[in-house]
């Protein structure tokens, strides 16, 4: 099914209209000190008719049939578009990590980097991360990279994605 972009979209979200739905697919996940890993993800993107997007991010393990078999991480925010080429982005965590993100749209390639990171007393140590969304022949491709646990800034996950 072709991707329409909705009548009440708000014209500031045009560069990132592609982008909204629902995707599903899978990723794997590498950084110093845990084994790899893989996991299926859904991501959703929505508006409300005002000048940003509603994003939510669920991954979960996957079985050895792909199915869902429990849930690992989630992340929450807004993705607000600017006039000229940027974004900003605010993600939160149930980790107890905050973050912002600043970064530029070309496109359909959209490349992010930490701007601040907050963290409760229980979270993770994290300092930093870059991140690349992509439009790559329909699906959608992103990639991660964090500085975290006293490593340098380096790839931790990545995902290949369809609209739902």
Known sequence: MPFEIPSDLHPDLVALAWMLGRWEGTGKGSYPGTEDFEFGQQVDFSHNGENYLHYLSQTFEVGEDG?????????????????????????????????????????????????????????????????????VDGELLWTFDKASGGHELQNFVWARLQRG
């Open 67 to 135: 199915t869902a078999v429990r849930p690992l991480t989630m992340e929450t925010g807004f993705w607000r578009p600017q006039r000229d080429g940027t974004v900003e982005v605010v993600l939160c965590h149930p980790t107890g990590i905050a973050e912002i993100w600043y970064g530029k749209i070309t496109g359909a390639r959209i490349e992010l980097a930490t701007d601040a990171v907050a963290r409760t007393p229980g979270a993770e140590e994290y300092t930093a991360g870059q991140r690349l969304y992509g439009n």
